[in-house]
């Protein structure tokens, strides 16, 4: 089972990774918001165990944001925050359970097997554009129902623009999504891939969904 912890405290950050470790899960920590809410949507985790406050993105917001995406990784909000209203908030935007700082460490443990043991996501993870559909949980992609043949990274891609669909993406942004790289390293990643991709999602069906934008970057839309 593998726990992804999204915690800027490094003294609870270092106890949650040793105690889960322990009990045989591979858990992975991000320190702050924006690096953990991109590990949470593109890795697949059995469990999210998320701070509220956080640097660069706060603990609501990546929840929000990963629910709207139609991501359904279970998620234990853990906080310093107790009141009624944080609670609420916590569990209306989708949170499985609340945990209040400070923690019994058996305590959280029980809430995590409670967790897990509920199974896997509530919504199979299918991602649908026109005749284009993708399996998440199975990385697997077709178009018109013929199986689309994609690299791990063109998978990548197209999960991120189908994600953002209708919305225009930099060549910076993609870069840094899906490679975690800066695009003043080597702009002609991001063409390169986009034109890979286009070979086999869009050159075979007279409908196009990806679209260059003119000094704006990429859009996938269809139109
Ligand atoms: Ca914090």
Not at 99 to 128: C, H, M, W, Y
Not at 184 to 189: A, F, K, Q
């Amino acid at each position: 089972m593998r726990l992804l912890v999204i915690e800027d405290e490094v003294k609870t950050a270092a106890y949650l990774r040793q105690g889960l470790t322990e009990n045989g899960f591979t858990v992975e920590v991000c320190a702050n918001g924006g690096d953990g809410f991109d590990q949470a949507l593109t890795v697949a985790n059995d469990l999210i165990i998320l701070d509220v406050m956080l640097p660069q993105r706060d603990g609501w917001s990546i929840l929000g944001a990963l629910r709207k995406a139609g991501k359904q990784t279970p998620v234990l909000f853990l906080t310093a925050r107790d009141t009624v209203f944080d609670k609420v908030k916590g569990l209306e935007l989708g949170a499985d359970d609340y945990l209040v700082k400070p923690f019994d460490f058996s305590e959280l443990l029980a809430r995590v097997k409670t967790i897990l043991r509920r199974g896997p996501a509530r919504q199979p993870e299918n991602l649908s554009v026109a005749d284009l559909q993708m399996d998440l949980a199975r990385r697997k992609a077709t178009r018109a129902g013929t199986p689309l043949d994609l690299t791990a990274k063109e998978f990548a891609l197209l999960e991120l623009l189908v994600r953002h669909r209708g919305e225009p993406l930099s060549k910076t942004l993609i870069a840094e999504q899906v490679w975690d790289i800066h695009f003043h390293s080597d702009p002609n990643v991001v063409e390169v891939a986009i034109r890979r991709l286009r070979s086999k999602v869009d050159d075979p069906c007279p409908k196009k969904l990806i679209h260059t934008m003119r000094g704006v970057g990429y859009v996938l839309e269809e139109r």
